[in-house]
């Protein structure tokens, strides 16, 4: 436990409501045990850059309810390449920084891999992303916070969707995985939900909504992931008013508004729970590992082992959405 004297803390790719939650309790955590805790800005950039700067208890007061990030959070060119990576470690070396967690999705881990394949420091990884895409933990840091938001517009919507008798084409975060518009959607009723993880069937839609018509339902919400395979939003907005032109059809895009706003408590408790354990794994010895929870219990998973989550979406929640729309 006396070996580490200071530990360097970075947000790196796309923030996520409760990176600061997390922020909290490695500073806090480390403190407690005595440990150096130093805040690195923008990511491997500003590893790079050497804009780093020690952290206090004072520093992460008042943030466990803020979205975004206290450290910001960029995505860094430079540092893909050997002498990035040779400038980020003198960095580090320079301030004696022994140590480093990073919050992130895989391309931060990736990352973190290749670092430490040529400079031997130990490092911990949390999960954070909105995307609940990665092997080795059940929820990643923001995800619930980004769904319950698109629960709640996906409601607005329906209700003014509802008063002028109209379809609306939802699109949602979720360039590689589909679990935010599979949850949202199912939360929120929605008549078709497409993702990425399956073959999404332009005339199955079609037909699903000629159906509908037919049976005098007026109002059809459907959430599109953003990333969902060969229809995408534009096309299958074009579809439909093609085949349905009196059909009053329309789009929104909720875009960044799921990045931002305060966590939720999941989101709080989650990332307080991993930023503790960050610290402590760290003090235990380990090291290249990710730390997450797998029913409900604290995991480590080595980072080459956490890629993007290739999990099949159940076929029974798929037939479940179905049923529940007719």
Same mark, same amino acid.
């Given at each position: ?11 790196? /790719? ?14 806090? *955590? ?14 491997? %950039? ?18 466990? %309810? ?8 960029? $995505? ?5 390449? &050997? ?7 003198? %960095? ?19 990352? !973190? ?6 400079? *031997? ?30 629960? *709640? ?24 995985? /589909? ?43 459907? &959430?599109? !992931? ?6 995408? *939003? ?9 085949? +349905?032109?009196?059909?009053?059809? $329309? ?13 939720? +408590? ?8 991993? /930023? ?9 010895? $380990?090291? %290249? ?32 959405? $179905?049923?529940?729309?007719?």
């Amino acid at each position: 436990m006396g070996s580490i004297k200071k530990i360097g803390i970075l947000t790196s /790719g796309g923030d996520s409501p409760g990176m600061n939650a997390a922020i909290r309790a490695i500073v806090r *955590t480390s403190i407690y045990y005595g440990i150096e805790p130093y805040g690195i800005r923008r990511g491997y %950039q500003g590893m790079i850059e050497g804009d780093i700067f020690k952290m206090e208890t004072t520093d992460v007061a008042n943030i466990i %309810q803020t979205g975004g990030t206290i450290l910001k959070t960029a $995505r860094s060119k430079e540092f893909m390449t &050997v002498e990035g990576r040779a400038k980020a470690y003198e %960095q580090l070396r320079k301030l004696g920084i022994d140590a480093l967690i990073l919050i992130g999705g895989d391309g931060t881990l990736r990352g !973190a891999t290749a670092f430490f394949k040529e400079h *031997t420091i130990p490092a911990i990884g949390l999960p954070g992303t909105i995307d609940k895409d990665l092997e080795g933990t059940d929820f990643t840091i923001g995800f619930d916070t980004a769904v319950n938001t698109a629960v *709640t517009a996906i409601d607005k919507i329906r209700e003014t969707a509802d008063a002028h008798d109209r379809l609306f084409i939802v699109e949602v975060m979720g360039r590689d995985a /589909g679990y935010i518009a599979l949850n949202s959607g199912i939360a929120c009723g929605a008549e078709d939900i497409l993702i990425p993880e399956v073959e999404n069937d332009i005339e199955a839609v079609l037909a699903r909504i000629a159906y509908d018509e037919r049976r005098k339902k007026t109002v059809h919400v459907i &959430v599109v !992931a953003e990333g969902s395979g060969k229809i995408g *939003t534009a096309r299958l907005h074009e579809a439909i008013v093609g085949r +349905f032109p009196a059909l009053d059809t $329309r789009v929104c895009i909720l875009g960044h508004i799921q990045r931002g706003g305060p966590a939720t +408590f999941a989101d709080r408790v989650l990332a307080s729970r991993l /930023g503790y354990a960050a610290v402590l794994a760290l003090l235990e010895g $380990r090291t %290249q590992v990710m730390v997450g929870t797998l029913n409900d219990n604290i995991a480590y998973t080595p980072f080459e082992n956490v890629g993007k989550l290739n999990t099949p979406i159940s076929e029974d929640k798929l037939k479940m959405i $179905r049923v529940l729309s007719a």
